[in-house]
């Protein structure tokens, strides 16, 4: 019988029962799907393979990274050619595998992309890993467990699925009135002032007001380039600097103990007292802190405002041929349009609406992120929008998702799992203007210590249940 604060793992056989140490010295443990090989993917099959946990890694790529694969063959990545990753690397390393000590703050794209390889070579997850094979569906078997039907036409069963498929792939363009006559990309698929479309000399609309947005209008607005630069934006947003003091803005953060009000209140300060306001610089005044939005990161951004390299626009009423009408009434002849409008959160492999998002860009309720309460051998690791930074995001959720496949680790009570979703969304998302790009945003250093604390009360929890396993292990690894 479960004791109270526990739930009895399901679906439990009686062979189950065994020591679970045993199972790990036999291989006796679920075999995992881990769908996409980025960074959230192979972080999560390396510690699988940490624990002794069979898995497979399905890529519809040919090669590992994700969205930090430049120009990849599967059309994910939303790299541009001149990316550098806006979190520093100090605070983007893996824990167990550190970043060269010759790197820049801010790396560029091609160094981090090396790194992950090194990574991958590094702990041998590479013969795991099934490349140019995408999962078209997966399905639960109705007494657990998955069946995954691939691109090559095969059927796989699994007894546990990890979704690590990334949300910066899925576009999402805005719809206005009217028709617009010139060429129009999403930056998603932006790779240069000259790939898909030669901006020289253009007049271009940069829409948006988020990081790429920034980037992208900053290379843009270079007077050899585009003949005008427009940036169109709803509402104004505070523009972070990368460094404070000549270190990078988030290599000394205030500890995660801090209240998070008073964490709030003092960086607020020091944003407002090292940028000033946002009008000084020609941009928009925003109605809300540096903190109540998705943080917006560029050092070079206010310097093109300033020097009138660009000129800022608001909201569209609607398109108009060759031009485009904004809200004040004011005219603009365009020749480009670069939305820069964010991403929908996509699950393709799914039919039951339950594990997908909703319309308003909500992923399903997750315990910790991971966990839907009432699907035990389903997990999602590395769907959130973490500041500071995402690259390391699904490591820490790694430790979850093998301590519980390995009988290390028990939730709470489904209850309690859902009391604590609805506190967690509320403390990470609650300071948030309503917007879908808010949605799945989380404080990083707030959720590691929160997690720590979880894994322990989860493994006294299972040391109470006898460490039997919640997903029993069925599907037998293919000879």
């Known amino acids: 019988m479960a004791q109270t604060g526990t739930v009895a793992p399901p679906h439990v056989a009686p062979e189950v029962a065994l020591d679970v140490v045993a199972r ?4 006796q443990l679920p075999r995992v799907c881990i769908i996409g090989a980025g960074c959230s993917g192979f972080t999560t099959a390396k510690r699988l393979q940490d624990n002794g ?7 519809a790529s040919d090669d590992i990274g994700g969205n930090w ?13 001149s990316l550098h990753i806006d979190t520093s690397k100090w605070r983007l390393a893996f824990e167990d595998y550190p970043v060269p000590a010759e790197w820049p703050d801010y790396p560029h794209h091609a160094q ?3 790194y992950f390889h090194d990574y991958v070579g590094h702990f041998g997850l590479r013969p795991h890993i099934r490349f140019k094979t995408r999962v078209e569906k997966a399905t639960r078997r109705s007494g657990g467990g998955w069946e995954i039907r691939l691109s090559t036409g095969e059927t796989e069963r699994f007894d546990a699925l990890v979704v690590a498929n990334g949300h910066h792939w899925a576009a999402r363009i805005p719809d206005y009135p009217g028709q617009f006559s010139g060429p129009q990309i999403h930056s998603h698929g932006y790779r240069s002032p000259f790939d898909p479309v030669d901006c020289v000399g253009k007049r271009v609309l940069v829409v948006g007001m988020g990081n790429s947005a920034m980037d992208i209008a900053s290379e843009l607005s270079q007077r ?6 427009f940036v169109s934006t709803r509402r104004g947003v505070w523009v972070l600097p990368k460094y404070y003091r000549g270190q990078p803005l988030d290599k000394n953060p205030a500890p995660s103990w801090m209240p998070k009000r008073l964490r709030n209140w003092l960086a607020t300060r020091m ?9 000084q610089y020609g941009l928009p005044e925003p109605e809300i802190g540096p903190f109540e939005s998705h943080g917006t990161v560029s050092g070079e951004f206010l310097l093109r405002a300033g020097s009138g390299d660009l000129t800022m626009k608001p909201g569209i009423e609607r398109l108009d041929g ?5 809200t004040d009434g004011t005219r603009e002849q365009v020749d480009v349009i670069v939305w820069a409008t964010g991403y929908d959160i996509r699950f393709p492999f799914f039919d039951d609406p339950a594990l997908t998002a909703d319309a308003e ?3 399903p309720p997750l315990f910790k992120r991971i966990m839907k309460p009432e699907v035990p051998d389903l997990f999602y690791v590395g769907l959130a929008q973490p500041l500071p930074t995402l690259v390391n995001f699904a490591e820490q959720q790694s430790k979850l998702v093998a301590a519980y496949l390995a009988g290390d680790y028990a939730p709470p009570t489904p209850a309690e799992m859902h009391r604590v979703i609805a506190s967690d969304e509320a403390y990470h998302t609650g300071q948030y203007y309503a917007s879908r790009r808010h949605t799945i945003q989380l404080d990083f250093d707030h959720y590691v210590r929160n997690l720590k604390k979880e894994l322990e009360a989860g493994a006294k929890r299972a040391n109470a249940l006898g460490n039997t396993l919640p997903v029993p292990p069925r599907q037998a690894e293919p000879d």
């Open 53 to 59: 946990i069979p898995f497979v890694v399905y890529e």
């Open 361 to 363: 860009n909500r992923p």
């Open 224 to 229: 050899p380039i585009a003949s005008r630069l």
């Open 69 to 81: 694969y430049f120009n990849n063959p599967n059309g994910m990545s939303a790299c541009y050619q």
């Open 271 to 279: 944003i407002k007292k090292l940028v000033g306001r946002m009008s």
């Open 24 to 27: 790990k010295r036999t291989g």
């Open 112 to 114: 981090l992309l090396q």
């Open 322 to 326: 060759d031009s485009v009408i904004f």
